[in-house]
C-alpha cells in the first residue's frame, strides 16, 4: 500500500510542493539528479492536518488566532505559547508513528536531524528562512516523534505568525510537513550564495566555512572563513581567513557549541581545490534550478554534501543585455534622475513609460527592472573629459545619482574601453536619435526659449501656461472620437512621447533661461559687494508657482470652513473647484495607474480637517505674503548698495535677473502639473478598456488593467491570474527599503552610502537654509499625513507635488534622494522649511521619535536623542 502521511525524498520533487513544503521538495529534485543529498524521508502535510484534528487543535488555533493584533508584539507571544502548550501535550496517531518508523529503520542510522519543511516557505516573494526549528543528532524514535511534534509547534512561534502577518499570509490552512535525514557529522560546514548577496552579482560565487556543523555560521556564534569566487572562471578573487574561536559538534543528546582547538582557529577551514569542487557542484544547482540558490553544505570524509537549498529572495531582479552578449552593460535609475522617484511603477505604467522612451533612445538601451526604469549610459564612458563637469551638474534632479553614475563607469573604465566600439560602428546608433519629430521638437524649442528672452515675463508666463493647457485640450477633443478598445490603445502608443516628454519640456522652454539667472547674480554680487546676501529670500513666495497656489488655496479653503462652519464634503462648491483644478493629481502621479485625487478626495478633505485643527492656514498665509515683500526688499537694497558702488550698470542687470527669475522660475513646476493631467487623460482611456476586458470576462475589476502588459490586453486571453501576480510583485516592491540609482549587467548594484562625519552625524546634500530641532517622523507616502504633527522633521524617500500641502506642518525635511532643484527642494526654499536631501538610507538610520538637529546650509544632521 502506497504511504498516506511519509515520503520517501528520493520519490518527491516540486511537483509535490503543496503537500512537503519548499525544503523537502528542494532535497526531493536533488536527490532525483544525482547531487550528493543525505537520504531521508518527509512527513507530509497531510501527518501535520490528521495529527491537530486526532488530537481536536485546530478549533483551539482558531479561536485564539481571531485575538491576533500584527502591532501588539506581547500578544502575539501569549498566543504563541499557548498554541505551542497544544502540540507538546498532544500524542501522533499510530497509524502516523507507523509509516515514520518503516522509514526510519530503512536509515540504517539512528542520529538523524530534524526539519521544518512549510508549504509556505521560500517563494519567489517571501523566504522563510531561519523563522522554523531545526534540531541535530535526534537519535531513538521516541526523540524523534518529540522533535517532529516540535517542529510542527513551530509553525505557530512568535516569529512566524508576525512574518505572515506583516506578508498578509492569514489563517490556520496552511499546513507544515517535516525532513528527517541522516545525521553527516561535518568536519566543516558552511553556507554559500551562487550569486554575491553583498552587491548582487550574478558572476560571483560568495562562501562561507566554519569547522564542525554548520550551527554556529546561522547562529552568529562564529566568524567563518570567507571566498569569493569568479563564477565564470572559478577563479577565486578574495579570500579571507577569520579567526574561528567556536564550532558545533554533535553530542550524545544533541549538540554543543564548543572551543575550536587552538592550532586550528587561525587555520583555512577550505583548500583552493575544495573551494574549487564546491564552486563547480554550487553552479550545477544554480543551473538546475535557473535562478540563484542559497545553499547549505557540509564535508565528511572527504566529500561535500548539500544540506539544504533555495531560491535567494533578496536580490534585485538582474537587467538581461540583448542577444545574450557577455559586455559590461551600465544602467541608470532613469525615474529617480528624472523625477526623483524611488517608487516603482505599476506593469502598465512600465510599458506607456518604455514607449515614450523608445522614442528617444534606441530600444536595447531602455530596460526595467523590480517595477523601475533603467536606461543604457554605457557609452557615456567615451566623455571622460565631461565627467567632472556631469558630476558638479548643479541641475541634476538627483545629485548622487551622477555620482554614483560617474564612480561606476571610473571603477569599470578599463573593461569599458576594451570592449569599446569604433566610432564608425557606433554612427548608426547616434543617428537614431536624429528623427523628423526630434528635429520638430529642436526647432520649436528653440522659438520657445527665444520668446522667453524677447518678450516681458508677464507675457511668457502666459503664453507657457496658454500653450500646455491648449495641448491638453487638443489631447481631450481627440479622445472623444475614440470607440474601440483598440483604438484607444492606439492613441495612448501614439502620444506617449508627447504627454511625457514634447509637451512638458516645451513648457518648460519658455522659462529655461531663468534657471540661471540666480547664479548669474550671486556671481555679480560677489565681484562687487563685500558684504553676503541670503538670496535663499528671493527664492520664497515665487509666484506663477502651480504647485505652492495648490497649497495656498488649501490654507484659504481651511480658513474659510473654520470662520463660517460651513459642513466641510466633496461636495461643497469650494472643494469641487478645488478638484477641477487640481484633481487630476495623486501621489505616483506619473504612473496611471495610480489613482488619483478626484477618484479619492477623502485625502484633501482630512488635510483641510488637520489645517483647521492646527489653525495654521492663518500664520501660513501671513508668512507667505511676508516672504513676497522680503523677497522685493532684498532686491531693492541690493540695487542700491551695487549703485553706491559705482556698479550702476550692473546694479540694473541684477535687478532685472533677480526680478525675473522670481516672476519666471515658479513655472517650472508648469511641465509635471500639464504632463500629470495627460498622464490622468490616459487613466481615463484605460479603464474605459478595463470595462470592456471586464464585460468580456478577461478582468475581475477595470482597475486590474494596469496589472497587466499591452501585450496582454492585445491578446485574447482571460488575465486573471495575471493581474493577480503582477499585482503581489508590486505590493512586494513599494515595500522595497533601497533601490540602486546604477546596476549593471553583472546585477551588481549600486546605491551611494552616505558620508559620516561622526558616530551621531549624518551628511546629505544641503538645499534649504536654516536650523531646525525637532522629532523624526518617518512617512512612506502623503497617505500617512496624520501621524505627522506640527514642527516635526519629516524624513522619506522623495517627494512630489501631492506632498507639498504637508510642508505647510512641518519644522524641517530629509529625504534619501533629490537634489537643489527637485521638487522638494524648491517647495521647501518657497516655505522657508530647513531641508536636506540626498541622505543614503534616512528612513531607516533615522527612527520616528529621535530628536535631531537638522542643518539646511551644511547638509548635516545630528542626532541629540
Not at 156 to 166: D, E, F, G, P, T
Not at 386 to 413: E, G, H, R, V, Y
Not at 637 to 653: C, S
Request: charged fraction near 30%; hydrophobic fraction near 40%.
Amino acid at each position: 500500500m502506497e504511504n498516506k502521511y511519509v515520503k520517501q525524498l528520493k520519490d518527491i520533487s516540486k511537483k509535490n510542493l503543496e503537500q512537503v513544503g519548499g525544503k523537502a521538495a528542494n532535497l526531493g529534485e536533488l536527490l532525483k539528479t544525482d547531487f550528493p543529498v543525505p537520504d531521508g524521508f518527509v512527513l507530509t502535510i497531510n501527518a501535520y492536518n490528521s495529527f491537530i484534528e486526532y488530537n481536536d487543535i485546530k478549533a483551539k488555533i482558531e479561536v485564539l488566532i481571531e485575538k491576533i493584533d500584527k502591532d501588539d508584539f506581547e500578544n502575539i507571544k501569549i498566543i504563541s505559547k499557548e498554541i505551542r502548550k497544544l502540540f507538546k501535550k498532544s500524542i501522533i496517531p499510530k497509524n502516523i508513528t507507523a509509516e515514520i518508523n518503516q522509514f526510519y529503520e530503512q536509515l540504517e542510522q539512528p542520529q538523524v536531524v530534524v526539519r521544518s519543511s512549510a508549504a509556505k516557505e521560500d517563494s519567489p516573494t517571501t523566504s522563510f528562512a531561519g523563522l522554523y526549528d531545526s534540531f541535530l543528532n535526534i537519535n531513538g524514535k521516541e526523540q524523534l516523534y518529540k522533535h517532529i511534534k516540535l517542529c510542527w509547534a513551530s509553525l505557530w512561534n512568535v516569529r512566524a505568525i508576525s512574518y505572515r502577518l506583516q506578508h498578509n499570509i492569514k489563517g490556520i490552512n496552511l499546513g507544515h510537513a517535516v525532513v528527517v535525514q541522516k545525521l553527516i557529522q561535518a568536519d566543516k560546514s558552511g553556507i554559500l550564495f551562487t550569486a554575491n548577496p553583498v552587491n548582487n552579482r550574478r558572476d560571483q560565487i560568495l562562501i562561507n566555512s566554519a569547522w564542525g556543523l554548520g550551527e554556529a555560521i546561522v547562529s552568529g556564534d562564529v566568524n567563518p572563513d570567507q571566498w569569493i569566487v569568479n563564477k565564470n572562471n572559478e577563479q577565486i578573487l578574495v579570500k579571507e581567513i577569520a579567526e574561528k574561536k567556536k564550532m558545533t559538534v554533535w553530542k550524545n543528546k544533541g549538540t554543543e557549541l564548543v572551543d575550536v582547538p587552538l592550532e586550528k582557529q587561525k587555520m583555512t577551514t577550505l583548500s583552493d581545490d575544495e573551494v574549487h569542487e564546491l564552486s563547480k557542484l554550487a553552479k550545477k544547482v544554480a543551473n538546475y534550478y535557473n535562478s540563484p540558490q542559497d545553499i547549505e553544505w557540509g564535508f565528511y570524509n572527504n566529500n561535500f554534501y548539500l544540506l539544504q537549498t533555495r531560491p535567494i529572495t533578496t536580490l534585485f531582479p538582474k537587467i538581461e543585455v540583448d542577444n545574450g552578449s557577455n559586455r559590461l552593460r551600465v544602467y541608470i535609475n532613469f525615474l529617480l534622475i528624472d523625477k526623483v522617484m524611488p517608487e516603482p511603477l505599476t506593469p502598465l505604467g512600465v510599458d506607456i513609460w518604455k514607449l515614450y522612451l523608445k522614442r528617444i533612445l534606441p530600444a536595447d538601451w531602455v530596460k526595467s527592472a523590480a517595477g523601475r526604469l533603467f536606461v543604457d549610459i554605457t557609452e557615456i564612458s567615451r566623455l571622460e573629459r565631461w565627467w567632472n563637469k556631469l558630476s558638479n551638474n548643479s541641475f541634476a534632479m538627483d545629485p548622487l545619482t551622477i555620482k554614483t553614475m560617474i564612480s561606476t563607469l571610473q571603477k569599470n573604465k578599463d573593461t569599458l574601453k576594451e570592449q569599446r566600439k569604433s566610432f564608425i560602428k557606433l554612427i548608426p546608433t547616434l543617428l537614431s536619435f536624429i528623427s523628423p519629430s526630434f528635429l520638430k521638437f529642436v526647432f520649436t524649442s528653440m522659438y520657445k526659449a527665444l520668446y522667453g528672452l524677447l518678450f516681458s515675463p508677464e507675457k511668457v508666463v502666459e503664453k507657457a501656461y496658454q500653450y500646455g493647457e491648449n495641448q491638453i485640450k487638443l489631447l481631450k477633443e481627440e479622445t472623444k472620437s475614440l470607440e474601440s478598445k483598440e483604438e484607444k490603445i492606439a492613441f495612448i502608443e501614439e502620444n506617449a512621447l508627447s504627454v511625457y516628454y514634447f509637451i512638458p519640456l516645451q513648457v518648460l522652454y519658455y522659462v529655461i533661461n531663468s534657471l540661471n539667472y540666480l547664479q548669474k547674480s550671486k556671481k555679480i554680487i560677489r565681484k562687487h559687494l563685500d558684504c553676503k546676501y541670503d538670496l535663499s529670500i528671493v527664492e520664497k513666495s515665487l509666484p506663477n508657482n502651480v504647485t505652492t497656489e495648490m497649497a495656498i488655496d488649501l490654507l484659504k479653503i481651511a480658513q474659510k470652513f473654520a470662520e463660517t462652519k460651513e459642513n466641510l464634503s466633496t461636495e461643497h462648491p469650494e472643494i469641487k473647484n478645488f478638484l477641477d483644478k487640481y484633481g487630476h493629481r495623486t501621489y505616483l502621479e506619473v504612473d496611471p495607474g495610480v489613482s488619483r485625487w478626484q477618484e479619492k478626495p477623502e485625502y484633501i478633505i482630512d488635510l483641510i480637517k488637520s489645517y483647521m485643527k492646527n489653525k495654521s492656514y492663518q500664520k501660513r498665509l501671513s508668512k507667505f505674503y511676508q516672504d513676497r515683500e522680503r523677497a522685493d526688499q532684498l532686491i531693492a537694497e541690493i540695487n542700491n548698495k551695487l549703485k553706491e558702488k559705482g556698479a550702476h550698470r550692473q546694479a540694473k542687470k541684477v535687478k532685472k535677473l533677480l526680478t525675473n527669475y522670481r516672476k519666471l522660475f515658479g513655472v517650472r513646476e508648469l511641465p509635471k502639473y500639464i504632463m500629470t493631467k495627460g498622464v490622468a487623460i490616459f487613466r481615463e482611456i484605460l479603464l474605459e478598456v478595463g470595462e470592456e476586458l471586464k464585460l468580456e470576462s478577461r478582468l475581475n475589476s477595470k482597475n486590474d488593467i494596469f496589472f497587466v502588459r499591452l501585450q496582454d490586453i492585445k491578446s485574447e486571453r482571460k488575465l486573471q491570474d495575471i493581474v493577480e501576480e503582477n499585482r503581489e510583485m508590486y505590493k512586494k516592491e513599494l515595500k522595497r527599503s533601497s533601490v540602486p540609482r546604477v546596476v549593471t549587467s553583472t546585477g551588481e548594484t549600486i546605491y551611494y552610502p552616505n558620508i559620516k562625519k561622526a558616530d551621531n552625524v549624518l551628511v546629505g546634500i544641503p538645499v534649504s537654509a536654516g536650523v531646525q530641532e525637532g522629532k523624526v517622523r518617518v512617512l512612506g507616502s502623503p497617505d500617512e499625513a496624520e501621524k505627522l504633527n506640527k514642527g516635526d522633521i519629516l524624513v522619506t524617500k522623495a517627494t512630489n507635488p501631492a506632498w507639498t500641502p504637508l510642508f505647510l506642518e512641518i519644522g524641517g525635511l530629509i529625504t534619501e534622494m533629490g537634489g537643489p532643484i527637485s521638487h522638494g527642494s524648491v517647495v521647501a526654499r518657497e516655505y522657508g522649511v530647513p531641508a536636506i536631501a540626498g541622505l543614503h538610507a534616512a528612513t531607516t538610520s533615522l527612527k520616528d521619535g529621535q530628536i535631531i538637529r537638522l542643518n539646511g546650509e551644511t547638509g548635516e544632521v545630528e542626532i541629540i536623542k
